[in-house]
């Protein structure tokens, strides 16, 4: 069973902290890494997206990946109220044909405090 | 960019009705469109992979002949929900595949069967 893991939170920190949002996932063979943001009610947007093992950012935004211990995380700096989401990891799988579906972690709940 | 649209944003239908909801893609070709369904503070789960021209692959437990899944070009695909009822109220959300990579969402569709 290939999974994603990550903690449902809530994260809780103040406003203008470092949010760190993590996420493992179990098939070796992933290539592809998403982070979403879904807020209550919505549909998920793309916030960052990794291929390749290091550091990425964008803007208060970077993803790290790490494809030896399996892990990929996000950090996001200067925390804003707005940032309060739900943050969706999902990890691209590889099938036989020409589908890329994604296998999505549960969420992490983060809560951003004036 | 990558713009996915759906329509309707909401329908609310009785009992025993079908519910079609389209899904397009604005400004990109999609080769492959999934299709979601999010129950309230669930998380996403995949219902289907639909590539153009073909049939769809549908997940373990959706009952293909229930949703019935069009992807008639590389911009448009459809979801009909076929004799309707409230267990199948939910938030409905389609994405695509830009690229053959990411996921693009589409804002979703909230069905309420009656």
């Known amino acids: 069973q290939k999974e994603v893991e990550q903690n449902s939170g809530p994260l809780s920190v103040p406003e203008g902290a470092i949010a760190s949002l993590n996420c493992t996932y179990s098939?070796?063979?992933?290539?592809?890494f998403f982070w979403y943001r879904q807020y209550s009610g919505k549909s998920p947007e793309l916030i960052m997206s990794?291929?390749s093992n290091g550091d990425k950012e964008d803007g208060r935004f970077t993803a790290q990946l790490n494809k030896a211990s399996q892990y990929v995380s996000l950090l996001i700096r200067d925390s804003q109220p707005s940032d309060s989401a739900t943050y969706l990891c999902?990890?691209?799988?590889?099938?036989?044909?020409?589908?890329?579906?994604?296998?999505w972690g549960l969420g992490t709940s983060l809560a951003v405090n004036p | 960019g990558a713009v996915v649209s759906q329509h309707p944003s909401w329908v609310i239908c009785k009992s025993g009705t079908s519910v079609k909801i389209e899904c397009r893609s604005l400004d990109f070709q999609a080769t492959t469109m999934f299709w979601y369904r999010q129950f309230p503070k669930q998380s996403l789960m995949l219902m289907a992979t639909?590539?153009?021209?073909?049939?769809?692959?549908?997940e373990q437990g959706v009952e293909k002949d229930k949703f019935l899944i069009n992807h008639a070009s590389l911009t448009l695909s459809t979801l009909t929900v076929t004799s309707a009822h409230p267990e199948d109220s939910s938030f409905y959300i389609c994405s695509a595949s830009k690229e053959g990579k990411t996921q693009y969402f589409g804002p979703g569709t909230r069905l309420l069967v009656l």
């Open positions: 639909s590539n153009e021209g073909s049939k769809a692959t549908y």
């Open positions: 999902a990890v691209n799988q590889l099938p036989a044909g020409n589908n890329r579906k994604l296998i």
């Open positions: 098939d070796r063979v992933s290539q592809s």
């Open positions: 990794i291929y």
